[in-house]
């Protein structure tokens, strides 16, 4: 008889391990896989993890807390990435993970239910690389792990009727800190750093204000974000605008890019990839803005 319990789950698999077979010959290739496979387990078991099954080229792991799955599918990524054994032409072999918590039923060292599923469609959502999980996971997240975890999308996962956010979980630190001799840095500079700016975005009676109290907002086609734009070639999520040191910046998340028309005229565009915006202009999502046009995104930055 099994026993229901709540559980972070983890799923994480080498990113085109068929194509390894295929360039490397069988027995490189397993041995590629394995040494992958070795260091999922040893991150399970390092951080309180109980590897459930392994599958070819994949490995399914519990733990007790969701900071202890982020902990160990962190260390997976940074310790692939940096082996020595693990580079093809120079290419680092990649992994993709998915997590999510929920309970689940555990009978016969095995787990079931609907959270394990949705573990599972959440590596089917990532890339190489990428470690994504689930808005419940965030909920069950530490505050520090909370501010490395960013929403990416809204997909519609096969076997459930519902929308389910997608967070992509930030791994790679890095370190942005820059020494700056306080001589390099003149009064006017002092000022323009410490004067408030906002950035203003309308679109068909829709106002939003991006500033200090307000730092992230998300565009797109759902109805959950906070400006709604509706049209065929927009995403559900398709882009996001943060301010950052006082500097606004776009974010595009979508599959058709977005596209920025500055007040000087100047053209920009920009798909799965950031770029700061400055001044006034038009934003276009899935194609250029027609400033003609009634339907399309007016920004302005403030002071």
């Not at 993890?49 to 392994?54: D, E, F, L, N, Q």
């Not at 006017?188 to 730092?215: F, H, M, P």
Request: hydrophobic share 40%.
């Amino acid at each position: 008889m099994g026993k229901e319990i709540e559980l972070a789950i983890v799923f994480a698999d080498v990113v085109g391990s068929t194509k390894l077979y295929e360039l490397l010959g069988d027995l490189r290739a397993r041995d590629m896989v394995g040494i992958c496979i070795d260091v999922m387990r040893a991150a399970t078991d390092q951080n309180h993890g109980t590897v459930i099954k392994t599958m070819g080229d994949e490995v399914m792991s519990t733990f007790p807390t969701a900071d202890d799955a982020l902990n160990a599918a962190a260390q997976m990524q940074k310790q692939i990435v940096l082996h020595p054994q693990l580079k093809v032409d120079e290419q680092v072999v990649a992994i993709r993970i998915g997590c999510n918590f929920g309970p689940v039923m555990l009978e016969n060292r095995d787990i079931f239910g609907s959270a394990v599923h949705t573990a599972n469609r959440m590596t089917s959502q990532a890339k190489a690389g990428q470690i994504i999980t689930t808005a419940t996971m965030v909920e069950h997240l530490s505050s520090d792990w909370r501010a490395s975890v960013r929403q990416i999308d809204i997909a519609t996962l096969k076997g459930r009727s519902s929308e389910v956010a997608l967070f992509e979980v930030l791994w790679q630190t890095e370190d942005i800190t820059s020494m700056v001799p306080a001589i390099a840095i003149t009064s006017r500079e002092r000022e323009r750093a410490n004067k408030t700016q906002r950035l203003r975005l309308r679109y068909l009676g829709q106002e939003v204000l991006v500033d200090d109290g307000r730092a992230n907002i998300t565009i797109g086609r759902a109805e959950e974000n906070d400006l709604v734009v509706k049209g065929n070639l927009i995403s559900r999520l398709h882009a996001r605008v943060e301010i950052n040191r006082n500097k606004f910046m776009l974010i595009d998340q979508s599959t058709n890019g977005t596209f920025v028309l500055g007040k000087d005229g100047e053209e920009a565009f920009v798909r799965r990839d950031s770029m700061q915006i400055r001044g006034e202009g038009l934003i276009g999502l899935g194609k250029a803005p027609d400033s003609n046009s009634s339907q399309v995104i007016r920004y302005a930055c403030e002071e």
